[in-house]
C-alpha cells in the first residue's frame, strides 16, 4: 500500500519547497523526481491538461473540450498540477490513516498557493477530499490564507466552495473536540476579518449562491454550530413532508466577539435589496440558519429587529398591499419565503409572537388549505404557548376542516391534535367537530381516522391508510379521554384490523393501543381472538411482526402458548420468511417444540426464578459461528 504513496504523493513537488527533494514516508531519505524518456504527460507544451478523451479526438470536427480541458488562469506549475490530479486515483485505495497523513502533508506543502489550488478546476477536488481528514491547525492556516484573499475566494465557485467546507469541517472538529471558538484566537481574527469584508459586500455576494452558501457557512462558523440539517424540508407534500426539529440541539455558549459579528451580519442586511434576494432559495436557507442562531443563543432583540426588516420588505410592482393581502400573506404563499415565517414562530419569543400572530390572524382560513401557508399554520399551532391563541386558531382550522381534507394538508389536522394535548379543556370540543366532518359516525372513528376521508369514501377498494391518518391516531391517543378509538378500534373487523397491523403506518398505533395501560384485559382479549387465526400470516409481515412480538409480551402465558401452537404448523413458512425466522428465534419456537419445561420457565414470569440460569437459550448464528471458530483452532494446536 505504501508504494502507491510514494507514486502518487511523494514523486511530485508540490511548492518551492519541494521543487527539488521530497522525503519518503517509510525511509524518510531524499529523492529526486524525473519523469522517464517517453511517458505519457497529462500536459502538453502550453500546461493545457490533457484527459484521455482529448488525447483520442482533438482532430474530430466539431470537438468541444469540456470544462477540465481548458486551462484555468492560475500560477500552478506542471509538476503540483499533475501530482494533484492522480491523488484522485489513490483516495480509492488508500486506507484512513494514510490519507490524514496525505492531508497534513499537502496542505501544508501548498502553504501559499491554497488560493490558487482551490481555484483551479483540477486540483480542487482534491482540496474537498482531503478537507474531513486534516487536522484543526491546518484549516485554520487554510482559513487564514482564503482572509488574505477573501475577494477573489468569494467570486469564485470552486474556491467559494472549498472555503464553505473548511469552515463546516473547521465546526466539525471544534465539537467532536469540545473546544470554543475562543481558544483560537487566530480563527477569531480571520473570522473578524471575513466579515468585515462580507458585511461591507453584501450586495455582489448575493448575486451568486455560491458565494451566499459561503456567508451560511461562516456564520454557522461564528456560531459554531451547523443548523442547516434542521431548516431544509424534504418534501413540499404534505403526505411525506417532515423535519427533524431544531429545538432539540443544544447550542453552545459563545462570546462577545461572536455576538457582535453575527449582529454586524444582520444590520448589514437591509441595505441589501432584500425583495430581489428574498425569493432565492439559498438566501432563504441563509436567513433560516441566522434566525435560528440568533433564536438559540437568546439574541431576541436582533431576532425581532431582523423579523421587522423582513416584513417591511416592498412588494414587487404587481403586488398591492391591500386589507386582502398583507406582506406577511405574500411571505406565507411562497416555496422559499414561507420556511422563514415558519423558523420565525418557532424561534420567537412571546413578544415577536404576539405581533406575527395578529398580523397574520386575518389570512387564517385561507392559508389553512394553501399548498404552502398550511406550514405556517402547523408552526403556529406548534408552538402557540397560550390557550387563548391556540383556540382561535384551532376554531378556524376546524371550521375549515372540508377544504382541507380537499386540498389534502392532513399536518394540519396533526398540528391541531398534538397540540391540543397542552389544552386539554378544549379537546371534546374539537374531537366534535372532527367527527362531525368525518360523517358522523363515532363507531367506525377509528378507520376514518386511519383513511382521513369521509365515511362514504370508506368502503372503496383503492384507498390506502395514510401516513398522517396513523400520526393523527398517535396523537389522539395521548389525550387525557380516549375511550370512543379505543372501543372503535376493538369493535372494527378482522379484516380492518389485519390491514392496521400488515401496514408499515398504523402497525405503530396498533402496537401503542395493545401496551396501553388504559385498555382493559377485556377489549385486549378481543382483539386477540380477532388476530389469532392469522398470527402466521402477521409473523411473516415486515410491518405485522411488530405486531406479534408486541402482543406476545402484552397477554397472559394462556395466550402465548396458544400463539405458539397456532405458529408451529407453519414452521417451514416462516423459516422461509425474513421476518418470520426472526419471530422463530425471538420466541423461542424450537424450545417450544422440543423441550416444553425450559420454555416455559423462560417465559412464565411466575415461575421464572434464579434458579432457571442453568436453561440453554437458543443459539444464534454468531455464537454457532464462534464455536466452530473455537473448535478449529483447537485441532490445528
Known sequence: ??????????????????????????????????????????????????????????????????????????????????????????????????????????????????????????????????????????????????????????????????????????????????????????????????????????????????????????????????????????????????????????????????????????????RCNLAEYLYQGYFSVLLQVLIVILSGNHMFPVLSQLANDIIQVPLDEGEEATEQSSRLNILCQTNSTSPIVERLFEAADNSLFKQLYRQIKPHFKSLSYHYCGNFVIQSILSNSKEEKIFKKVADITCD???????????????????????????????????????????????????????????????????????????????WSNVKPLINSFCSSSEQFLLKFCTNVYTCYVVEEIISSENVSNKLKSNVFKKLLPHISTLACDRAGCRIVEKLFHCVDMKKRREMMEALMPNENKLCDSAFGFMIINKLHLKHFKNRRADWDAMHDPARATKSNQHIVKPQTKSTEKSKTLKKKSQIST
Not at 481528514?133 to 477573489?152: T, V
Not at 358522523?440 to 386511519?450: R, S, V, Y
Not at 369514501?457 to 391517543?477: F, I, R, T, V
Open 400 to 478: 375549515s376542516l372540508d377544504e382541507i381534507l380537499a386540498a389534502e394538508n392532513f399536518g394540519v389536522l396533526v398540528k391541531l391534535v398534538s397540540g391540543c394535548q397542552k389544552f386539554p379543556a378544549l379537546q371534546s370540543n374539537i374531537w366534535q367537530k372532527m367527527m362531525h366532518t368525518f360523517a358522523g359516525n363515532e363507531e367506525q372513528c377509528f378507520p376514518l381516522c386511519a383513511y382521513l376521508v369521509t365515511g362514504d369514501m370508506l368502503e372503496s377498494p383503492d384507498l390506502k391508510l395514510n401516513y398522517h391518518g396513523s400520526m393523527l391516531l398517535q396523537a389522539l391517543l395521548k
Open 1 to 270: 500500500m505504501h508504494w502507491i504513496c510514494f507514486l502518487c504523493i511523494r514523486s511530485i513537488s508540490f511548492s518551492d519547497a519541494f521543487s527539488d527533494y521530497a522525503l519518503d514516508m517509510n525511509k524518510n531519505t531524499p529523492f529526486r523526481y524525473q519523469r522517464q524518456p517517453g511517458a505519457p504527460s497529462s500536459f502538453n507544451s502550453e500546461g493545457t491538461y490533457m484527459s484521455n478523451q482529448s488525447r483520442k479526438r482533438p482532430h474530430e470536427e466539431n470537438y468541444r473540450p469540456n470544462a477540465a480541458e481548458v486551462a484555468p488562469t492560475t500560477n500552478l506549475d506542471s509538476d503540483t498540477l499533475d501530482c494533484l490530479t492522480r491523488m484522485n486515483d489513490a483516495f480509492r485505495t488508500l486506507p484512513a490513516p494514510e490519507v490524514a497523513a496525505m492531508a497534513a502533508t499537502v496542505l501544508e506543502a501548498i502553504n501559499g498557493q491554497e488560493v490558487d489550488v482551490a481555484v483551479d478546476q483540477r486540483t480542487f477536488t482534491v482540496l474537498l477530499k482531503l478537507m474531513a481528514h486534516a487536522q484543526l491547525r491546518n484549516l485554520e492556516a487554510l482559513l487564514k490564507s482564503f482572509s488574505r484573499n477573501i475577494g477573489k475566494t468569494m467570486k469564485d465557485v470552486n474556491a467559494s466552495g472549498v472555503m464553505q467546507l473548511c469552515c463546516e469541517e473547521i465546526v466539525r472538529k471544534l465539537e467532536s473536540e469540545k473546544k470554543s471558538l475562543q481558544d483560537y484566537p487566530v480563527i477569531m481574527t480571520t473570522l473578524e476579518r471575513i466579515t468585515k469584508y462580507t458585511t461591507n459586500n453584501l450586495d455582489k455576494l448575493f448575486e451568486f449562491h455560491h458565494s451566499t452558501h459561503c456567508v451560511r457557512a461562516l456564520v454557522e462558523c461564528i456560531a459554531t454550530t451547523r443548523v442547516t440539517v434542521f431548516v431544509s424540508r424534504n418534501s413540499k407534500d404534505n403526505k411525506k413532508s417532515k423535519m427533524e426539529s431544531w429545538k432539540s440541539y443544544t447550542f453552545p455558549e459563545i462570546g462577545a466577539d461572536q455576538r457582535k459579528m453575527l449582529t454586524m451580519l444582520c444590520e448589514c442586511l437591509p
